[in-house]
């Protein structure tokens, strides 16, 4: 908050400078507006690296970039689980869940753990759910039983809607940890 204060007083500052130039064309205000300048990319450079050092925001960054919205998220929000689905479209969950229930990929502020902890917990229960209800079917593709359909309607009904529930779960709760980190870490 300070350093946001202090660039916006030099940017006011700078523009008196120039507005000093403009009225009188010397080597004071060119000098002057010289040194807001150089001050002003001064801050900017320190607040880049200040945001480099916060673990919080380097781990946000990693979990982006495993669970980017634009992917696996936008699979999850629009996929219907009646039908088959590739496996290798899920591994991006499946490795969030392997390798981010550990102390080193926890979030420093516990609110932000504790999002990470709800993504977490609904994405195990998706692809647990998604283990002991859908079978391989060739070539990495994933299913329902087909015969269910027929056979069982009304448990291929119920497997569908759960499957299609709990993947919105898991799109609420990533969008939900984004927001949260967006708001809490300004990125």
Known sequence: MKIKLLKILDIICLIGCVAWYYKNPDWEPFITGLGLLAAFIGLEWNESKEIEKNPDIILYKKLIDLLPSATIIEYLRNKDFGSAFRNEQIDPLREFCAYYDNAEHEFIDSKL??????????????????????WPLQDGIQSIPAEWQEDQRERWDRTKREL????????????????LCKSKLNV
Do not use: G, P
């Open 164 to 179: 299609n529930r709990l993947s919105d779960l898991v799109v609420i709760k990533h969008q939900e940890l984004v927001r």
């Open 113 to 134: 753990e504790s999002k990470k902890k709800e993504l977490l917990n609904s994405a195990n229960e998706f692809l647990n759910y998604l283990a002991r209800h859908t």
